[in-house]
Each structure stands twice: as C-alpha cells, then as structure tokens.
C-alpha cells in the first residue's frame, strides 16, 4: 500500500473530476474509473480527491496496480492495517468482504491499472467503500463510472500558466500552452522552470524549441512521447544534469520503482526539495515520506542520448542491497521489504536480466517467504528459477539457489510434494557441479528429506561446517544451520543426536537473539518436539507451551510457525492422555488457519484431520 500523493507544486487538478468523484458516492459500492492519456494528470487529480477524503475522516488506501503482484501486496498490507492480516490472495479476498460489510465510509485507488484482470476480482459488490482506478488504458472504461481526465482547454491552460508563474501574458500564455498541447504535465514542468529561472514566456519558448527531441533521445521501440511532454522535461532536467547531487538523484528515480522511492532510501535532501520545486518530482505520503517521479519523466531520463543507463542501474542496485535486510527481520520490517521488492521489480524490468538483480530477486523471494506472503513467493521464486535457468543453464550456483527458493515457497505453502521431482533433479545437479563439495540446501528438508532423510544430512552436515568456518558460532546463519541439522537427525531417526544438537541450539540463541525471538522460540518448539520423540514427555509439553505461548505474542496466532507450534503441542498433548485439551488446542487453530489460510488449505486441512483423529 502506497502513500497517498501531497499535493504537487505547480499543479490544480480539474475541478470537474473533483465533483464527478464525490458525486459518486453512495450507500452502495461504486467504482470509478478515471481514465485518458498519459500525462493529463490523472494521479495527480486521484491524489488531490483521496487527500479530500483523508481530511473528511474516511479510511483511504492507495495502492499501485500496474501488475497483479502489486494490487496483492497493497491489499495485504491494507488487510495487516486493519487487522486482517492473512496470506496473499487470502489477504485480498478478506479486504474485499470487510469492505461489502462497511457501513463507514472509505476510499481505495488503485493507481496505474494496466490490466482489469489485476484488480476486478478484489472490487466490493456491496458496501460504501467508493474505489477509484486510475488507468490510461481504455478497457478500464468498461468498468465502473468513467471519469475522462482530459488535457487543459487552452484558456484552463492560460489561466493555469498565469497563476503558476504571476506573469500576466495572455497572448505569451497561449502560444506556449498551444505549443506544450495543452498537456497538464508538460505545463507544470514549463510553470515550474519559468519561476526557476524567471523567464517570460517567450524566452521559454525559444528555449523549448532549442530542445531537439530527436537528437536528445534515443530512438527506441515503444510509445510516441505525448505532445510537448519530452521537450518540456529535457529542458527541465537539463540545469540538473550538470552537476551532483542532483544527476544522480535523477538517475536514481528514473530506474526504481515508479510508484515512489522512501526518502530514508535517497542520499540529499536538499537535491530532493529541488527537484520537487522544479515539478520533476513529487511527494507523498506523511511529511513528504515518499519521492515520486512520473513514468513519462523517468522513460525521458532512461531513454535520453548519450546516458550511461546501465551505471545508474548498479548504482540503484547498490542501494538496494545495501538497505536490505536478514530474513530474521523480515516480519517487523515488512512494510520496507515491500517497497524493495518494487524496486528489484523496476530494476529487472529497466535492465533486462542482469546479474546482481538475479541475486536481489532471491533476496525477494526469501523475503516474501518469512513474511507469510507465500503465493507471491512461489510466483516470483517460479519466475526466478526459469530466468536463471534460461540465463545461466541448469548446472549453475544461481539455478541452484533458485530451485531452492522454489522449495521453500512451497513448502510454506503447505505443497512440498508438488516440487519432490524438481528437487530429486537439483540433488542431481549439486552432485555433478561441485562433487566433494557442500553448498546452502536449507529448504531440501522440509520438501524432500521427510523421503529420503539419509540422503540429506550429508548436505547439512556440511553446510554447518562450512558456515561455521565463514561465519563464526554465533552467526543467526550458523544457529539456523544447527537447527537444520539437528532437524535432519530426527527424520533420520537420529533421535538422540538430534536432541543434543537442539539443546545446545536453544541456549545458544537464547543467549545471541533473546528469550522472545522468534527463532529462539522456533528452537524450544523443535526440541519439545525431539523430547516427545525420544519419549520425554515431561520435558516435551511444558516446552512447547513455552514456544506457542510465546509465537503468539511475537509473530501472531496465524503465522505458520505458530500454526505449526499448536499442531505440536495439541499432538504431544493426545499422546499423553490429555485429549480434551488437546481437542481445545486444535479447534482454535483450525479455527485460525481456516480464517488465515482459507478452508480447503493443506495446512487447515491437515489440523483438521489431526483434530477428526483424536476426537
């Protein structure tokens, strides 16, 4: 979920859009789509009716919807705000019928729909809530009420001039407007420069007709540039371009995510508040959190001749693998994991496959996986195990850790047993790379080692002893490494081994992470489980009643690791005797996964066979 947009120096949205959008609301759901070409300030006028309706007191959510994995991820986290939090689709599906049951009234847009299909199945059917789509695209017409965002009549565009720069030229004022086309964002570009540098408008026209589109730009494949929109931002840019910061704050923006870039990200505050004061950029957001450059302004920056793209995309990749973060983190820092993930998103789009994205994108994945979003996981760890293989060949360190990416998806998902031949064909092929060798195979486990355990302790055996030697004992790889082991004894039968090895684990991270991480209480719920192996009951059940105790507190009572954790203990608890706790144990969290996960989930469906099994 995006920040909503401030409002933009240099910009009056068309008042008519004001009241046909606040004309259509109702005591029933309306869509609204505001639609036309690009650059007719259709997010802008969105931006300036949602900050009306923050101001009357209504929910308002803003989410970017140029892709379907975008719409998902903003309702996930518009679900997490209201206390739906659930997974992926899950997620969008509970947004949408809290909204059929709203009587308060809310908004949400969605921003830059290019395809109706990324958002038609989450609009409400009943209740307040108005949504707003934004779209150039004209299928969007068929949905809902169409709200046209046309270009300026040329005296809206005179009259638009005159306040934004004080200067009182009719006749100068609509030469220039005739010669921009009336566009709104080539006006505020050419408002924004004519205050800047305090020309009259002449001046800046013969500036403007200097500018020699053909000569400054690449000829590439695509869109024609709207009328006046290139010319206006190339003359915009042009004082900017010669001097840092501000050149590569330009660059920076122009290859990360279109739908705005956090200021803790960007490197000057000063070079930003310029650029926002010459209308190339625009904020959003509390306090101006968010830096949006428009999609026209980033193509003419990307596209222009004689630009060294590819140092401004190592440059933002850089920043991007600077800023992220370790999978413990991932949960509390989800929200920022989502805006990175954006920009990995920008970044294989702008470079065509290049190979520190490659790398990001697994960072993407394992992010997405420990924050519960595991249908946008598989999606991306799916995509990401075909580009490596089609890039880099089967037999290649990327395709490995990449088809490992692909287990653990679908293993949290609760599918391992769809991708055994996809894993039976990795093991193969880390045999014929790196004979003697032992690389990362943390997921192989959980998807595949429940077959053939003997086949993977080899594989974590060596992965410690060489993590071990790289990263110290006390590294959260390492201790993570340790529970992989110890885990692999237990399928193996190694009960023994596996209890020690857990043992020393939980006290380890007790000591290195804390009493409440949720990988220290992950440790107490493993070895609880190895102590009702090795037929330690009264070891094993006040231990996992420690850990699922304390994952509700931590990471929530539909996280995967509690869900797991309950399913435990209620287990140990039938073992012992103790069936109508263990009976209480399972109706909640079947309760849980059905609400979280959606009735027909292997996981929901799992707990409730164990649940039919002992009742």
């Known amino acids: 979920m995006g920040p909503v947009p401030r409002a933009p120096h240099h910009f009056q949205p068309p008042a008519d859009v004001l009241h046909a959008l606040a004309e259509a609301t109702g005591s029933t759901a309306v869509v609204c789509s505001v639609t036309d070409g690009r650059g007719v300030g259709k997010t802008q006028a969105a931006g300036a009716y949602a900050r009306q309706r923050v ?54 847009v969605f921003d830059n729909v290019t395809d109706p299909a990324h958002v038609i199945d989450y609009l409400p059917a009943a209740g307040s809530a108005q949504i707003v789509l934004t779209s150039a695209s004209h299928a969007m017409d068929r949905v809902g009420v169409r709200v046209p965002v046309d270009l300026f009549a040329p005296e809206t565009a005179v009259r638009y001039l005159t306040e934004s720069t004080g200067r009182d030229d009719p006749a100068g004022a609509a030469e220039l407007a005739a010669g921009l086309g009336c566009l709104p964002l080539a006006l505020a570009q050419a408002a924004a420069s004519i205050t800047r540098h305090h020309w009259d408008y002449p001046t800046y026209l013969r500036r403007l007709r200097e500018v020699a589109v053909a000569e400054l730009l690449d000829a590439r494949p695509g869109d024609q540039y709207p009328h006046g929109a290139a010319e206006a931002i190339l003359l915009a840019v042009e004082p900017f371009l010669a001097a840092e910061p501000t050149r590569g704050l330009l660059d920076l923006l122009s290859v990360l995510s279109p739908d705005g870039v956090s200021r803790r990200l960007l490197p000057d505050a000063d070079a930003v508040a310029d650029l926002v004061e010459a209308s190339l950029v625009e904020e959003a957001g509390p306090e101006g959190s968010t830096v949006v450059m428009h999609r026209l302004t980033q193509r003419v920056l990307r596209e222009r001749a004689g630009h060294d793209l590819a140092e401004a995309l190592v440059r933002a990749a850089e920043l991007v693998a600077t800023t992220a973060f370790p999978a413990v983190e991932a949960w509390d820092r989800r929200d920022l994991g989502d805006e990175l993930i954006r920009h990995i998103d920008a970044l294989w789009t702008n470079t065509g496959g290049a190979a520190p994205v490659l790398t990001l994108r697994l960072w993407a994945v394992r992010q997405l996986i420990e924050s519960a979003a595991t249908d946008r996981a598989i999606d991306l760890a799916t995509a990401l195990h075909a580009d490596h293989q089609r890039i880099n060949g089967p037999d290649h360190v990327g395709t490995f850790h990449a088809a490992v990416g692909v287990a653990q998806a679908y293993t949290r998902a609760g599918r391992a047993e769809e991708i055994l031949p996809l894993l039976e064909r990795t093991l193969e092929a880390v045999g014929r790379m790196f004979p003697g060798e032992v690389l990362e ?59 020690v090895l857990f043992e020393r684990n939980l006290g380890d991270r007790r000591r290195v992470l804390g009493e409440g991480h949720p990988h220290t209480l992950v440790s107490a719920n493993n070895l609880g489980l190895a102590y009702w192996t090795a037929d330690r009951l009264d070891e094993s059940l006040p231990l996992l009643a420690e850990a699922l105790d304390g994952l509700r507190q931590a990471v929530g009572e539909s996280h995967h690791d509690t869900l797991a954790a309950a399913n435990n203990l209620a287990h140990a608890m039938a073992s012992a005797g103790r069936t109508d706790e263990a009976v209480a144990i399972y109706e909640r969290t079947v309760a849980l996964a059905e609400s979280a996960l959606g009735s027909e989930h292997p996981t929901t469906t799992a707990l409730r066979d164990s649940l039919r099994e002992i009742s």
């Open 55 to 108: 101001a009357d007191g209504w929910l308002v959510a803003w989410i970017p919807a140029q892709t379907k994995d975008l719409v998902v991820a903003g309702l996930v986290t518009l679900a997490d705000a209201l206390g739906l939090r659930t997974q992926d689709d899950t997620a969008a599906a509970k947004v949408r019928d809290h909204l059929q049951t709203r009587t308060a009234p809310a908004l949400l």
């Open 441 to 499: 195979i943390s997921s192989v486990l959980d998807a595949f080692g429940s077959s053939r355990p003997e086949d993977v302790v080899p594989y974590f055996e060596g992965h410690l002893g060489d993590i071990r030697r790289d990263q110290g004992d006390d590294h959260p790889d390492t201790l993570t490494s340790v529970d992989n082991l110890a885990r692999a004894y237990l399928e193996a039968g190694r009960v023994s081994e596996s209890v």
